[in-house]
């Protein structure tokens, strides 16, 4: 894999309810979080791209598949870059972390699934250095339509 990380999660569950988490996760780079909900399956937020802010995400309710490429000339990207993907659910908990120099896209693999992003960017400076790609770029996002696919 690239130089995305992948920081484990999992879940504890006893007569009181279920714990989610990600032990190893740090918020030493974490400036604003934001909660994404998807109320369908059809919706495909993509590609949103950074060339200097990092991204971390950790899906709280359902389950995302998350896609992201690395963007090889910003102004005019290769229509040939490869995207890789992770499908991420609240049971596995991981925490997805996206270095600066990439774009992400995702797309609810159940109703009502939530995401919860972290930046390390305030908001201003995220959307100044933002760039947005077509979602039709990089990646089939019918690949996979449900968790239960």
């Known amino acids: 894999m690239s130089e995305v990380k992948i920081i484990e999660g999992g879940q504890f569950n006893d007569e009181r309810g279920k714990i989610s988490y990600a032990n190893g996760f740090s918020f030493e780079d974490v400036n604003r979080f934001y909660v994404i909900t998807h109320n369908d399956t059809e919706t495909i937020r993509a590609w949103q791209g950074h060339r200097l802010e990092k991204k971390f995400f950790f899906v709280v309710k359902g389950s995302f598949i998350i896609a992201w490429v690395k963007i090889d000339e910003w102004d005019n ?28 896209g995702l797309r609810a693999l159940e109703k009502d699934s939530k995401v919860l992003v972290f930046s390390e960017f305030d908001l201003d400076k995220s959307v100044e250095e933002k760039i947005r790609f077509d979602s039709e770029l990089w990646f089939d996002w019918n690949e996979l339509k449900s968790i239960n696919s």
């Open 77 to 104: 990207p290769s229509k040939d870059l490869k995207a890789e993907h992770l499908v991420m659910t609240e049971k596995d908990s991981p925490v997805l972390c996206l270095p600066a120099g990439y774009a992400n």
